[in-house]
């Protein structure tokens, strides 16, 4: 068991993880957290991030140290050659950006790869920070695979340490056992440590999960906005979702295979609907944590 003196030993040395730079501050900022590197089904998570960023990128506000939290030999920074000189490194960055949305409203956005290491002094890193800037709400996005067609809006489980945040949000599973990230992590210590924390997951069709998949950072946008108020910039994302259900909708017509497959799912989503609606009744969870120990399978197999 840890001590109380240890906690704190242990958040001084996480002092030397992060830098928060000078410049003006948000007032009582939403943090979202968008790192790379875990289950982002359909890249929901980073094609909203992306959309967020698509007008200038916001401002750095704090920057981690990421040669302490990245193992290059698993993620190895590339390189440019040209002809007999290298020319350019992209070394990984780990930052807290300052974002506005659409009307104006600034936020944090957690950016860059999920630390490999030293996680719970990475948490405490971000506890300072969160703490330091008067953060009132850490939101952690996610994008998972489940057996649901794309032909029914797309669920989110919406989890939060706030019964504020959970009031309204019927649960989509009874119980789940599922690999953890670095940012499951944070949200569960932060919210250990007394800051609110939330969790937005939208459920993407595992038969789409390795593609991008806009329409998933629509719904996730919009369970968003009802959560937090933040209205992030949606326009090319429901563009390029508009071209991708064409895409879709051509591939399933011209395969038999593909429409009794899709059949199959809706008459199963909405059979659990339904049974959700009228007596509460919800899956164990399994299927969650089957669906994406095989997507992070398919990732790792993707990655060699």
Do not use: C, N
């Not at 300072?128 to 489940?146: I, M």
Request: glycine share 8%.
């Amino acid at each position: 068991m840890q001590t109380g003196s240890g906690r704190e030993r242990r958040r001084h040395d996480a002092r030397g993880l992060v830098d928060v730079l000078p410049g003006e501050r948000p007032a009582a900022p939403v943090l979202l957290l968008a790192l790379d590197g875990f289950v982002d089904a359909g890249s929901a998570v980073r094609l909203l991030r992306d959309a967020a960023l698509a007008d200038g990128g916001g401002r750095v506000l704090a920057e981690f140290d990421v040669d302490q939290l990245v193992d290059y030999r698993y993620r190895r920074p590339l390189l440019t050659f040209e002809r007999d000189r290298w020319t350019a490194l992209a070394l990984p960055r780990l930052d807290l950006l300052v974002v506005a949305d659409e009307a104006g409203q600034e936020f944090l956005l957690l950016t860059g790869p999920e630390p490999d290491v030293q996680w719970q002094r990475f948490v405490s890193a971000v506890e300072l920070v969160v703490r330091e800037l008067g953060v009132r709400l850490v939101v952690g996005l996610d994008a998972v695979p489940l057996a649901v067609p794309h032909t029914r809006q797309l669920g989110v489980t919406v989890h939060s340490s706030e019964e504020s945040v959970r009031a309204g949000q019927a649960p989509w599973f009874e119980q789940a056992l599922v690999p953890g990230s670095a940012a499951h992590v944070l949200e569960y210590l932060l919210a250990e440590r007394g800051i609110p924390t939330a969790g937005l997951a939208v459920h993407v069709p595992q038969y789409l999960a390795q593609a991008d998949y806009p329409a998933a950072s629509l719904r996730l946008a919009e369970v968003l906005e009802h959560v937090t108020g933040l209205r992030l910039p949606t326009g090319p994302l429901a563009e390029a979702a508009a071209l991708v259900a064409d895409r879709v909708a051509a591939e399933a017509g011209a395969s038999a295979e593909i429409q009794e497959m899709i059949a199959g799912l809706e008459q199963q989503y909405d059979r659990f609907v339904l049974a959700r609606a009228t007596d509460g009744s919800l899956p164990s969870g399994d299927e969650l944590g089957a669906e994406v120990e095989r997507y992070l399978a398919e990732q790792a197999r993707k990655d060699e």
